[in-house]
C-alpha cells in the first residue's frame, strides 16, 4: 500500500499539493518545490499536459518523485489515450512503484497550446475507473489475464460549482460505484455552497476539496469569466484589491483569505488539495494560518 492510501485510511486531516512536469527534461524547478513542502504535502498530482499544454509525462516526473522519497498521485486523462493505451500507462506506472492515480476527462486540445491536437476521450472517467479495477483485479479491460497485478490506489474529481449541480452528483456517484476511493474538487471559494453540495451528494469516499490562492483581482476576474464551475465572491475580489498594488500585502491577504477556506473546510471534508500554480512557498503559510 502506499503512504497516500495508508493516511486515507486514517483520520488525518490530508494535505495534496499539485505540480506541473516541465515542457523539457529539466525537473529542477520541480523537485525543489516538492522537496520544499516535504513532510508538510502528504502526495504531489503531477499533471497530465495541463490546459492541454504539452509537458513531460507525468508518470517520468512521478517515478523521479519517488526516488527523492515523495509520495506522488498521477493524473491520467482520456483526452489523449485511448483504453488500450490508458491501461498501457497504469500498468507502466505500477511497474515503477507508483499507485496512485486520480482520472478525469482533461481540457480539449483547441484550449491548448497544440490545438489541432485530435482528441481522444475514448472513456469517461466511470470508465476509467472500471478499467483501473479491472487491472487490480488481475485482468484488462476486456477480460484478457495479466501477468502480475498492479496494487492501485484510484480517484477522480469532481465540480461542486458546476452549472447542473444534479449531473454532477449523478456523475460523482457514478464514479463512486466504479471505484473512485478519493475524491479531489475544483477550487472552493465559498464554503458554505460547498457544504450544502456536499450535503445533497453525500459522498462515502473521502473528499479532497480544491483551494487556490487568490493572486490577483485579475487572476480572480479571469477565472470567474473563463474557468467553467468557478465563482470567485464579489467580497473577496474586493479584499484583494483593497490590498493595492503591494505584492506583500496581496500576498498576505490572499494567504490569510486561502486559510480562512482551508479552515471553514475543515468540518466538511477529510483534506485539502491546494493547487497553489507558482505559489507553492506560500502553502506552509496558509496551513499554519488555518491552525493545521
Not at 486540445?109 to 476521450?121: E, M
Not at 457544504?195 to 477565472?223: C, N, Q
Not at 465572491?233 to 484589491?241: D, K, N, R, V, Y
Amino acid at each position: 500500500m502506499s503512504a497516500f492510501s495508508n493516511e486515507l485510511a486514517t483520520p488525518k486531516f490530508l494535505v495534496t499539493s499539485e505540480l506541473s512536469p516541465p515542457k523539457g527534461t529539466d525537473l529542477t524547478d520541480l523537485l525543489q518545490k516538492a522537496q520544499g513542502l516535504k513532510g508538510i504535502v502528504t502526495a504531489f498530482n503531477l499533471t497530465e499536459s495541463h490546459a492541454a499544454r504539452m509537458s513531460m509525462d507525468p508518470v517520468a516526473a512521478a517515478h523521479l518523485l519517488l526516488d527523492h522519497g515523495i509520495e506522488p498521485i498521477v493524473q491520467m486523462t482520456s483526452r489523449d489515450k485511448n483504453r488500450i493505451a490508458i491501461q498501457a500507462s497504469v500498468l507502466g506506472a505500477a511497474a515503477l512503484g507508483i499507485s496512485n492515480i486520480v482520472f478525469m476527462g482533461g481540457d480539449p486540445p483547441k484550449t491548448g497550446d497544440h490545438p489541432d491536437a485530435k482528441p481522444v476521450f475514448d472513456l469517461f472517467s466511470s470508465q476509467l475507473l472500471e478499467a483501473a479495477h479491472a487491472l487490480r483485479s488481475g485482468t484488462d479491460l476486456t477480460g484478457h489475464r495479466l501477468q502480475g497485478t498492479p496494487q492501485l490506489t484510484v480517484g477522480a474529481v469532481f465540480n461542486p460549482g458546476a452549472s447542473d449541480v444534479s449531473a454532477e452528483i449523478e456523475n460523482l456517484r457514478r464514479k463512486e460505484d466504479s471505484g473512485a476511493e478519493f475524491f479531489q474538487t475544483q477550487a472552493v471559494f465559498d464554503p458554505a455552497a460547498f457544504e450544502h453540495f456536499m450535503e445533497k451528494a453525500r459522498p462515502t469516499s473521502p473528499v479532497l476539496a480544491g483551494v487556490i490562492p487568490i493572486k490577483s483581482v485579475k487572476m480572480a476576474k479571469y477565472m470567474n469569466e473563463k474557468v467553467p464551475g468557478i465563482e470567485i465572491p464579489a467580497s473577496l475580489i474586493e479584499e484583494i484589491q483593497g490590498a493595492g498594488d503591494d505584492r506583500d500585502q496581496i500576498a498576505a491577504v490572499s494567504i490569510n483569505i486561502a486559510a480562512r477556506t482551508v479552515r471553514a473546510l475543515r468540518s466538511t471534508v477529510r483534506g485539502v488539495h491546494i493547487m497553489a500554480i507558482g505559489w507553492e512557498d506560500r502553502i506552509p503559510a496558509i496551513l499554519e494560518q488555518s491552525n493545521h
